[in-house]
């Protein structure tokens, strides 16, 4: 703000002009007392600059006894996982009243560094929300891993002043962090004071104690209350999550109501939400309504998607409330039960207008991500012995067992048969040449292969199929269109759904991608998949080697328990 | 904090070695969940390791079940105003558990300007307390008052990264900050996003709309529940105060209480409160011990006086609580009702052996701040008509009478009288040798004069009697003392109280001011001032031309409900 502005303002305020639009007639949710007060809110210029019935407006806006409350934020998300832009996600979640979002762009720093972390930055400046960025602080996710970029404190560092970067993304390398290696305290240190996000499951006693004194702020993995109240009781403030796959919602707000316990300390996040479930069924405003049907009071479910968040990250002076010289980021509520929206505003505009278009040039290396040599028939040979192990599915779950057991075989080497299919990992992002090549039990894709170069958090391409020739293809294919999902039967491209942009989102637009993700699905399921098994999700963590037990990457099978690569 | 730092607290908190210390057998104060739970807890180097009975320590404090709880912040306080230096003030406080203070140092600024802001910064650098500084928003506190110095936004510059300034202090003149003029601003926006402490009594409506849209975060000036309830709902954080002058927590509390609100918007702080009155009664502990007598439940009261007054300043990452990372200042309490403190450490370390020890060298420039011409006789004649202006004081209050009245004369000039004195305020910061004379009604000194260097906000000499020559006395013994208090009797100086730094403070040891405050306001009473005035204190802000109705200023007789220059 300048002065000619700050003037301009405080014109409005005192009433010596009107304001350019006045909200009148609603019942404002006041996020500060946790009452419901009758009265106007005065906006110009984007900022709330009175609150109070004397005042006038250029333009009123009626409310007609509906509730007005601040926009909510979404305390932690990775907006890479849509597969669609940042932009397009925004596009549908700001409608849900999500006016602000907490991002860390991991996903784009594993594939291109500090590129990727600009290309959110720079997809979000235009959007009716305010996007701000928390510095990825595990990549690669583990010292070993076959990522696009090493992304350092030295990296960070130009970040550090950035209006739009508050801290440290979430620190999962938890050994790291509590051993104060040194690597890692660089970066702790490096945001000293300020946010740093947590990603601590599970994690209790003394190490959880050394994992809060590095500085590590909040936790939005805790399932439950125990979890919970571990964690808070050290000063973490807790992100209730309720996204797509995880939902500790209603133990955590349960157990806050059951125990009376003031709510200054948590917030809502989504981590991961699909569109589809976006649109279904809501964003943050989903949690809202999930919270009060737990019991909690409205008022206070609101407090926790408003200003606790908007003070735990420092932003109360602007963000997360009704009061003169915030931003004039507002929902017009039908009622506190069901927080149905009745309209957004984001500095004062109504959202609803707003279409995310494409931005990122053509001729983008972001869109050439996706590189490596072609996959020679050998690479995918696996010898094996008389018991090998062997990654097995489990429907409904992203953890996998160790499995120790003969597989089929000819020559000494593995052929895919029955309940067994073959997985590989190709190192994608500096041709490299590695292959990792394993056996999977349960996923049961028949006739064809299945590729994709979503593969947390490495991103590089992994295949799973009964034949190696169809597994090179889709691998081919991944390498000719840069990146995405694939699926090849009998020797022919069946879907694609192409993600050019790193390798991990479209800008086609939702609908299209969700069209095409669609058929790929069902085909797989057609082909043998069990209906328990999500396919696309499965494939895009099979190469993440800090979920248990059993994980491939371009280096090989990957006990995670024993943190150790095991031999076929 | 440095690696080496880190990895020593982090080998402590993961258990690998023994804490240096483990205070064991306590019941805690958690005020992040509200709970208190008996467990122990380890630290390290100043720092808090570990909560858990799983901690061992070279040196284990046995608690037997007392209480401990994080330190007490004090959330405003002018350091200046005890008479003593900051040290001194903080040994006595500090004993009472307030081991953080957030400083206002206008006082020392109207005077001496950056240096008497880097005094303060230097006098408490060595405390066993954190002292942290808001830059004076209103030095001076009018334009157009004679003080030492201006300190403007420019001056303020240099400031705002010292790792002990954390943003603007009490912003007084809220008219220049509703109108947003530009130096009033440009101390408003040099400080954009970051704490502003406000002074707004009263201010009520659009004007304090246009207040908080300045950015201004705070409110220490709230006297009713009206108030209260009207700033908080406009964002502003309350600080509830309980000095030695003003008393608002018992209609505050009680008012929180009565309507259930969440306590998160509210602090406590002392603003201006007396050696005598913290050895009598205690400081931030005796605010805590009066809000749980008033109905507040003892966590909440202590959440007041801790986590809520670090977040608001945005110092919860190392104060206000009780957990891993955050500075070992600890409370250990006999009980949660009467809040006897038992002892208080800083950074793990006992404070009860600190004793302020004078810093500041004899030869330092801030010792001879009193620069006036000596008065001339004739400067301090009074011409009256047949009606005249007159300051007329009232007992209990420092608010004044503008009163309208025949005054004795002879010869045309005033000739002090019964219950009528003379007043006259010096310049003496630029030797400019103005002189503004008034008449004073209800002081009631007989036979001598009183003079003073303490005089808010700009700290001239101020002088009342009922003859010049004891005026002239008291006036000339100041200058070549270099401030203080005196009191002139019958030709001879009776009491003097040197306050040789600045015209402030003394280094001579608190018993030794308070012993010569108390014989010199003994005698002012036995000189005829009635007992329920204050004399010294009254003296000391009979200058301040912000408090109605009429004020008397080297310029002459101000009155501060027209806000102009009158006549005598």
């Not at 009148?24 to 600059?49: K, L, Y």
């Not at 169809?470 to 294919?477: C, F, N």
């Amino acid at each position: 703000m300048n002065l000619e502005q700050f003037q301009t303002l405080a014109r409005a305020a005192r009433g010596d002009v009107p304001a350019q639009c006045v909200f009148r007639g609603g019942r404002v949710v006041n996020v500060f007392t946790g009452e419901v007060i009758e009265t106007a809110v005065a906006v110009t210029d984007g900022t709330i600059v009175g609150v109070g019935d004397q005042y006038v407006g250029e333009t009123e806006i009626a409310l007609d006894g509906a509730y007005l409350c601040p926009g909510f934020l979404d305390a932690h998300l990775h907006l890479e996982s849509t597969m669609v832009t940042p932009a397009e996600l925004i596009e549908q979640a700001v409608r849900c009243g999500t006016t602000t979002y907490l991002v860390d762009p991991h996903e784009a720093a594993n594939v291109c560094g500090a590129d990727g972390i600009d290309y959110i930055l720079e997809e979000t400046a235009g959007v009716p929300a305010n996007v701000y960025v928390m510095m990825p602080s595990c990549v690669p996710a583990l010292p070993f891993e076959d990522n696009g970029c090493t992304f350092d404190a030295a990296q960070m560092r130009r970040y550090r002043n950035h209006p739009r970067v508050l801290g440290l993304g979430e620190v999962m390398d938890y050994t790291a962090t509590i051993n104060a290696e040194p690597a890692m305290a660089e970066k702790l240190l490096l945001f000293d004071g300020r946010p740093k996000d947590g990603h601590a499951p599970m994690l209790t006693g003394r190490p959880l104690n050394a994992y809060v004194l590095a500085g590590v702020t909040n936790d939005h993995e805790c399932a439950s209350p125990e979890e919970v109240w571990e964690k808070r009781r050290l000063g973490m403030h807790i992100h209730v999550r309720e996204g797509s796959a995880a939902r500790n919602l209603e133990d955590i707000v349960r157990s806050i109501v059951r125990e009376k316990r003031p709510t200054d300390g948590f917030s809502f996040c989504t981590d991961d939400k699909h569109i589809e479930d976006i649109r279904r069924e809501g964003h943050i405003d989903h949690c809202v309504r999930r919270a009060i049907a737990c019991g909690l009071a409205p008022v206070e479910a609101i407090r926790m998607a408003t200003i606790h968040t908007a003070r735990h990250y420092g932003l109360h002076h602007r963000l997360g409330g009704i009061a003169p010289g915030m931003q004039a980021d507002l929902l017009v509520l039908d009622d506190l039960e069901t927080v149905r929206i009745r309209a957004v505003y984001h500095r004062g505009a109504p959202v609803s207008g707003f279409r995310a278009q494409p931005k990122l040039p053509q001729d983008s290396p972001l869109r050439r991500t996706v590189h490596c040599q072609p996959v020679r028939p050998e690479q995918l040979a696996l010898p094996v012995g008389a018991c090998s192990s062997v990654i097995r599915v489990i429907p409904g779950q992203l953890v996998t067992q160790h499995m120790r057991c003969a597989l089929p075989q000819r020559d000494g080497l593995f052929v895919p048969q029955g309940e067994f299919s073959k997985v590989a990992v190709i190192e994608r992002h500096r041709a490299t040449g590695k292959v990792g090549v394993g056996a999977v039990a349960g996923f049961c894709l028949h006739g064809g292969a299945i590729a994709s170069s979503v593969a947390h958090d490495s991103h590089n391409l992994s295949v799973i199929g009964d034949n190696d020739a169809d597994m090179l293809l889709a691998v081919q294919h991944l390498r000719d269109i840069g990146g995405g999902y694939t699926l090849v039967s009998g020797g022919k491209i069946a879907h694609t759904v192409p993600l050019p942009i790193m390798g991990l989102m479209s800008d086609a637009g939702f609908d299209r991608v969700q069209a095409a993700l669609s058929a790929m699905i069902a085909q797989t399921h057609a082909m043998g998949v069990p209906d328990g098994i999500s396919p696309l999700t499965l494939l895009s963590f099979l190469a993440l080697p800090v979920i248990p037990s059993l994980r491939i990457t371009p280096r090989g099978l990957f006990d995670v328990e024993q943190m150790r690569f095991v031999a076929p």
